[in-house]
């Protein structure tokens, strides 16, 4: 399940594509102009976000602007626009977009290239074994080890462990870890993600003597990252 962003203030255009989202198994979450997703991103993380051309308060070219500059490559942005000119495609793509859809969108393409862009730089999927450090994660067998040792996990916390190692570098908010690993609304209690962490961190051995931090970010959530030497 990806937790995705849509930026779009037509409500017909945004229902369509968001109850598209939804139907095939992601979350989406609905924003009427970019200056509510910007206050957004200040809490809660997304793994993809579709952004609109014309917003009401601020066009999509200097959105796309703003997020990577405050935001960084985080997570892939889909232009979605009825501007088809090449000028404005080229334009969009170099400022920072991943990909362009031009409206009317269709169902199946637009899925696609969000499955697509979703694939990008994540580990061990379609039964592959990753090596991330010391930590050998084998999505066939669901199983973890460390430096050759299979660790014993709970359901859940091998699924935050695998959604951690899928985005090592990104600052992933407590909500976003919520509905992507217990399929629950931001608004549950988030203890439940601290809980977790730390057995987590105790269990896999995420600490700086093995090459690893996975530290708290004040009143948003955490962030995994293979220290090199």
């Given at each position: ?88 495609i080229v334009a969009a793509l170099t400022t920072g977009a991943d990909d362009y859809i031009v409206k009317p969108a269709r169902q199946q ?121």
């Amino acid at each position: 399940m990806l937790r995705i962003a849509l930026i779009e203030d037509d409500p017909v255009q945004a229902e369509l594509v968001a109850g598209w989202i939804n139907q095939a198994g992601h979350r989406c979450h609905q924003f009427a102009n970019g200056q509510s997703f910007l206050k957004k991103l200040q809490q809660e993380s997304f793994d993809l976000v579709i952004l609109d051309w014309g917003l009401p308060d601020i066009d999509g070219h200097t959105l796309l602007q703003q997020i990577r500059d405050a935001f960084g490559w985080d997570f892939p942005i889909i232009f979605y626009t009825s501007r088809d000119r090449e000028q404005d495609i080229v334009a969009a793509l170099t400022t920072g977009a991943d990909d362009y859809i031009v409206k009317p969108a269709r169902q199946q393409e637009t899925l696609a290239r969000i499955n697509a862009l979703a694939r990008r730089n994540k580990a061990g999927e379609g039964g592959q074994i990753s090596q991330l450090g010391t930590v050998t994660l084998d999505s066939g067998a669901r199983r973890i080890l460390v430096n050759g040792v299979e660790i014993e996990l709970t359901q859940r916390e091998y699924e935050l462990a695998v959604f951690l190692l899928n985005n090592i570098g990104r600052v992933l908010s407590r909500g976003h870890m919520l509905e992507s690993v217990w399929g629950h609304s931001a608004e549950l209690n988030t203890r439940t993600v601290d809980a977790h962490i730390s057995r987590i961190r105790r269990k896999l051995g995420l600490t700086p003597d093995n090459h690893w931090k996975l530290s708290s970010v004040y009143q948003y959530g955490y962030r995994l990252e293979l220290i090199h030497d």
